[in-house]
């Protein structure tokens, strides 16, 4: 109940004040990075490869300086931090952190140390989170010969044995089989119904930030493009279904586009990857003008799928390009 | 809860024990230099070179009875037999005589120049004289009985009989003239080999001097033989004769037992400590490079935690180390002095030396990214390390005054002080002080550096 006050007043957990990093190498990573992370929400981080995402993470959990600007957690500047802000926070980093050498019962404890929690405490921690997290059978057994799956649900539960307040999840789900990737995705979804953490994941995997969010950010070229919910940003560029047609022959697609640009009832048309991509509402009863319209080009199709407005196609509006180029 | 240090130790533990391959390497590494010395320099490593000997010539000659009776020095000709030997089938001399004097002579032994010194004493020749007359008489009393109890069995009786021998000029009983034979004098002379009992090259030495003068020696009586008679009978037996030379092997004081590799040992246990600083090295740069040190820097842990935790797993191994080498070594002819109380001294020494190591592991890892950068790095620093402090070879005394500051050279000199010479831990005490000095020194600045450029944030 008092959490849930908490959440309803919106008080600012992370705070972000144009945050930037530049490389020795001279790559700007970040750049001007401002935003607020209130306590209790699932926060996406969303933008392709390079964007800057980790980055980011990696300067509001203190593990890199920033070039300039500063984060605050709960009013206290990182760098800075109380032991009370230190144990608040959890990170699971985006490549499987894990000591090989030790068994998953071995690491979750080691951590646990780490944060001083009590041993009794912590082994009953540790059970929860290996029971949750479909690793019991894997309890002895060194992290070493764990599957990649495996060692990435690990992963995450390495973030989560102090019981944080805050979750930083970078890429849980990368490289995971789709087993794997449903027991992670609906442990956070557990996570946000029963213990209200306030959790940033950063992914570049639309549908997950979309099913997962209670905001996302898009960022690209370390810069914020857009934060909001995700109904909000795909509201943002227009209602209605997407198309994504494929021509035998790739380079008829400039006249397709500009063909299709020109038709009534289309919203807008973009070449994505080769593909072409429409939006369009109810898209499906105009397939046959469609059709007809590419055949008079001599545009020969070779694909045609059919789906809902998803967040990439936010950032397709918002960029021109696609979140996996 | 756990104290954060000692579930970091507990966990480097388990890791290094897991790691078998890492634990091999290190373990290993040093005992193959262990076993390459040892077989080298303490259990064999003999070859067909000549061997650096001083002979000191003190005999003062004999006038000889027989013959021109000339002075005669048989001392200048031993010598001058060792200088003319040479190996079987070889051109090879077995001996390089050295021209000094007793002092000298003593300073090159002292300094491994010469493998032993053989001093041959005044009365060589007297006793070689009386070897000889002993020669005479028993090959002349031996002769006699044969060839009198023949001719007198011929003869039928003594009364009848007329010996041979006149150039003995004696008779036999019955008014015959008894034969002048030479006196034998009670006298021995010792020939005196002196060297480090211990001392590979002494052991091949001495055999080889034992023999050739036992060989002089039965040469002598052989000719003296000959000379008395053309052909000395086969069945005549020729008696026990007096023997006035004998040879005496003698210690030098406070050398005695050493080789090179009772001085090299310890040198290669300071190698395989200093060896554990490349794992030390690698174990953190590996925390580093697989970013579980980012876990860590995350949590509540201090550096303080890390660092000291990552010390006692390798405190532990450098001590067990220790010990394992230690043992090799005295497989491989390592002459142990003292007892136990010098081994729980050396135990300590690894100990500090193991700390000193690990400080050095902390400098090489703030400045590696990766376990293989670590590797080499640690191979660059720790392998010239062991050269510098002559933990192989004996260091030049300029070289000596520099590598004072490094804790393993003071635990090198202290554990050859400890296990060769047997000295005692208010001997070594200064070392030991000194040790923990610069080890303190050490670490801090391992500290600093790994704090500063790993455990803040980027």
């Given at each position: 109940?008092?959490?849930?006050?908490?959440?309803?007043?919106?008080?600012?957990?992370?705070?972000?004040?144009?945050?930037?990093?530049?490389?020795?190498?001279?790559?700007?990573?970040?750049?001007?990075?401002?935003?607020?992370?209130?306590?209790?929400?699932?926060?996406?981080?969303?933008?392709?490869?390079?964007?800057?995402?980790?980055?980011?993470?990696?300067?509001?959990?203190?593990?890199?300086?920033?070039?300039?600007?500063?984060?605050?957690?709960?009013?206290?500047?990182?760098?800075?931090?109380?032991?009370?802000?230190?144990?608040?926070?959890?990170?699971?980093?985006?490549?499987?952190?894990?000591?090989?050498?030790?068994?998953?019962?071995?690491?979750?404890?080691?951590?646990?140390?780490?944060?001083?929690?009590?041993?009794?405490?912590?082994?009953?921690?540790?059970?929860?989170?290996?029971?949750?997290?479909?690793?019991?059978?894997?309890?002895?057994?060194?992290?070493?010969?764990?599957?990649?799956?495996?060692?990435?649900?690990?992963?995450?539960?390495?973030?989560?044995?102090?019981?944080?307040?805050?979750?930083?999840?970078?890429?849980?789900?990368?490289?995971?089989?789709?087993?794997?990737?449903?027991?992670?995705?609906?442990?956070?979804?557990?996570?946000?119904?029963?213990?209200?953490?306030?959790?940033?994941?950063?992914?570049?995997?639309?549908?997950?930030?979309?099913?997962?969010?209670?905001?996302?950010?898009?960022?690209?070229?370390?810069?914020?493009?857009?934060?909001?919910?995700?109904?909000?940003?795909?509201?943002?560029?227009?209602?209605?279904?997407?198309?994504?047609?494929?021509?035998?022959?790739?380079?008829?697609?400039?006249?397709?586009?500009?063909?299709?640009?020109?038709?009534?009832?289309?919203?807008?048309?973009?070449?994505?990857?080769?593909?072409?991509?429409?939006?369009?509402?109810?898209?499906?009863?105009?397939?046959?003008?469609?059709?007809?319209?590419?055949?008079?080009?001599?545009?020969?199709?070779?694909?045609?799928?059919?789906?809902?407005?998803?967040?990439?196609?936010?950032?397709?509006?918002?960029?021109?390009?696609?979140?996996?180029? | 809860?756990?104290?954060?240090?000692?579930?970091?130790?507990?966990?480097?533990?388990?890791?290094?024990?897991?790691?078998?391959?890492?634990?091999?390497?290190?373990?290993?590494?040093?005992?193959?230099?262990?076993?390459?010395?040892?077989?080298?320099?303490?259990?064999?490593?003999?070859?067909?070179?000549?061997?650096?000997?001083?002979?000191?010539?003190?005999?003062?000659?004999?006038?000889?009875?027989?013959?021109?009776?000339?002075?005669?020095?048989?001392?200048?000709?031993?010598?001058?037999?060792?200088?003319?030997?040479?190996?079987?089938?070889?051109?090879?001399?077995?001996?390089?005589?050295?021209?000094?004097?007793?002092?000298?002579?003593?300073?090159?032994?002292?300094?491994?120049?010469?493998?032993?010194?053989?001093?041959?004493?005044?009365?060589?020749?007297?006793?070689?004289?009386?070897?000889?007359?002993?020669?005479?008489?028993?090959t002349v009393?031996?002769l006699?009985?044969?060839v009198?109890?023949?001719?007198?069995?011929?003869?039928?009786?003594?009364?009848?009989?007329?010996?041979?021998g006149?150039s003995m000029?004696?008779?036999?009983?019955?008014?015959?003239?008894?034969?002048?034979?030479?006196?034998?004098?009670?006298?021995?002379?010792?020939?005196?080999?002196?060297?480090?009992?211990?001392?590979?090259?002494?052991?091949?030495?001495?055999?080889?001097?034992?023999?050739?003068?036992?060989?002089?020696?039965?040469?002598?009586?052989?000719?003296t033989r000959k000379q008395i008679l053309q052909e000395v009978p086969?069945?005549i037996?020729?008696?026990?004769?007096?023997?006035?030379?004998?040879?005496?092997?003698?210690?030098?004081?406070?050398?005695?037992?050493?080789?090179?590799?009772?001085?090299?040992?310890?040198?290669?246990?300071?190698?395989?400590?200093?060896?554990?600083?490349?794992?030390?090295?690698?174990?953190?740069?590996?925390?580093?490079?697989?970013?579980?040190?980012?876990?860590?820097?995350?949590?509540?842990?201090?550096?303080?935690?890390?660092?000291?935790?990552?010390?006692?797993?390798?405190?532990?191994?450098?001590?067990?180390?220790?010990?394992?080498?230690?043992?090799?070594?005295?497989?491989?002819?390592?002459?142990?002095?003292?007892?136990?109380?010098?081994?729980?001294?050396?135990?300590?020494?690894?100990?500090?030396?193991?700390?000193?190591?690990?400080?050095?592991?902390?400098?090489?890892?703030?400045?590696?990214?990766?376990?293989?950068?670590?590797?080499?790095?640690?191979?660059?620093?720790?392998?010239?390390?062991?050269?510098?402090?002559?933990?192989?070879?004996?260091?030049?005394?300029?070289?000596?005054?520099?590598?004072?500051?490094?804790?393993?050279?003071?635990?090198?000199?202290?554990?050859?002080?400890?296990?060769?010479?047997?000295?005692?831990?208010?001997?070594?005490?200064?070392?030991?002080?000194?040790?923990?000095?610069?080890?303190?020194?050490?670490?801090?600045?391992?500290?600093?550096?790994?704090?500063?450029?790993?455990?803040?944030?980027?």
């Amino acid at each position: 109940m008092l959490r849930d006050a908490r959440l309803k007043s919106e008080s600012v957990t992370i705070e972000t004040r144009d945050l930037s990093k530049r490389y020795p190498s001279g790559v700007l990573a970040v750049d001007g990075l401002s935003l607020r992370v209130w306590k209790g929400e699932v926060f996406g981080f969303l933008g392709p490869n390079g964007a800057g995402k980790t980055t980011s993470i990696k300067m509001m959990v203190g593990l890199l300086k920033p070039t300039s600007g500063h984060v605050l957690i709960e009013g206290e500047r990182i760098e800075a931090a109380s032991k009370r802000i230190k144990r608040s926070i959890g990170v699971c980093p985006q490549d499987i952190v894990v000591w090989t050498r030790l068994t998953c019962m071995e690491n979750l404890l080691v951590m646990a140390d780490m944060y001083e929690v009590p041993r009794n405490v912590a082994v009953k921690r540790a059970e929860k989170l290996l029971d949750d997290l479909k690793l019991t059978d894997k309890r002895n057994a060194l992290a070493a010969s764990l599957s990649g799956g495996m060692k990435r649900r690990l992963n995450v539960a390495m973030a989560l044995i102090h019981d944080p307040e805050i979750v930083v999840l970078d890429e849980p789900t990368a490289g995971l089989d789709p087993q794997s990737r449903l027991v992670v995705t609906e442990y956070i979804r557990e996570l946000k119904k029963t213990k209200r953490l306030t959790v940033i994941l950063t992914t570049h995997e639309m549908e997950i930030a979309d099913q997962l969010s209670d905001r996302v950010a898009i960022i690209d070229h370390g810069k914020l493009l857009v934060l909001d919910t995700p109904e909000n940003l795909k509201d943002r560029v227009g209602k209605g279904d997407i198309m994504e047609i494929a021509l035998y022959d790739e380079t008829r697609n400039k006249r397709a586009t500009e063909a299709l640009e020109s038709m009534e009832g289309i919203q807008e048309v973009n070449e994505i990857g080769g593909r072409i991509v429409v939006r369009a509402l109810d898209a499906a009863s105009k397939l046959p003008r469609i059709f007809t319209l590419l055949e008079s080009i001599e545009a020969g199709v070779l694909d045609v799928s059919l789906r809902r407005n998803s967040l990439e196609d936010v950032f397709i509006t918002l960029t021109g390009r696609g979140l996996r180029e | 809860m756990a104290l954060k240090f000692v579930t970091i130790a507990v966990k480097g533990l388990k890791e290094m024990v897991r790691d078998k391959g890492l634990l091999a390497m290190t373990l290993l590494f040093p005992m193959v230099f262990m076993l390459v010395f040892g077989f080298a320099f303490g259990a064999g490593g003999g070859q067909n070179s000549p061997q650096d000997i001083v002979v000191l010539n003190n005999d003062l000659g004999t006038s000889m009875n027989y013959g021109d009776s000339e002075l005669f020095n048989f001392g200048e000709n031993f010598t001058q037999v060792l200088r003319d030997l040479k190996y079987e089938n070889s051109t090879v001399p077995m001996f390089n005589l050295h021209n000094a004097t007793g002092e000298e002579a003593l300073n090159l032994l002292m300094k491994r120049r010469v493998a032993c010194i053989v001093a041959i004493p005044e009365n060589f020749s007297e006793a070689m004289e009386a070897t000889i007359n002993s020669t005479i008489r028993t090959t002349v009393t031996s002769l006699v009985g044969e060839v009198a109890i023949s001719f007198l069995q011929s003869a039928g009786g003594f009364d009848n009989a007329t010996f041979p021998g006149g150039s003995m000029n004696f008779t036999l009983p019955g008014n015959e003239t008894l034969p002048a034979l030479p006196e034998v004098r009670s006298i021995t002379a010792t020939v005196v080999i002196e060297g480090d009992m211990g001392y590979i090259n002494f052991g091949i030495a001495q055999s080889i001097i034992r023999g050739v003068l036992s060989s002089y020696i039965e040469a002598i009586q052989s000719e003296t033989r000959k000379q008395i008679l053309q052909e000395v009978p086969e069945e005549i037996n020729v008696g026990e004769e007096l023997k006035p030379v004998s040879v005496e092997t003698k210690s030098v004081s406070g050398t005695r037992e050493f080789t090179a590799f009772d001085y090299q040992a310890p040198g290669i246990i300071v190698f395989g400590l200093l060896m554990g600083s490349i794992g030390v090295a690698g174990a953190l740069a590996r925390e580093t490079e697989s970013q579980t040190l980012s876990r860590l820097k995350v949590s509540l842990m201090k550096s303080f935690d890390l660092l000291f935790g990552t010390l006692l797993p390798w405190a532990l191994l450098a001590v067990a180390q220790l010990l394992i080498l230690f043992g090799v070594a005295l497989a491989m002819g390592f002459h142990w002095v003292g007892g136990t109380s010098s081994l729980l001294i050396a135990v300590l020494i690894g100990c500090i030396a193991g700390v000193s190591c690990v400080s050095l592991g902390l400098l090489v890892a703030a400045f590696s990214k990766s376990e293989g950068h670590a590797g080499t790095l640690g191979m660059l620093v720790s392998v010239p390390l062991s050269f510098l402090i002559g933990a192989f070879f004996p260091l030049p005394a300029q070289a000596e005054v520099v590598t004072v500051f490094l804790p393993w050279r003071q635990a090198f000199t202290a554990l050859i002080s400890v296990l060769t010479y047997g000295a005692s831990l208010q001997d070594v005490m200064p070392n030991i002080t000194a040790m923990v000095l610069e080890t303190a020194v050490l670490f801090t600045l391992g500290v600093i550096a790994f704090a500063r450029i790993r455990l803040k944030a980027e």
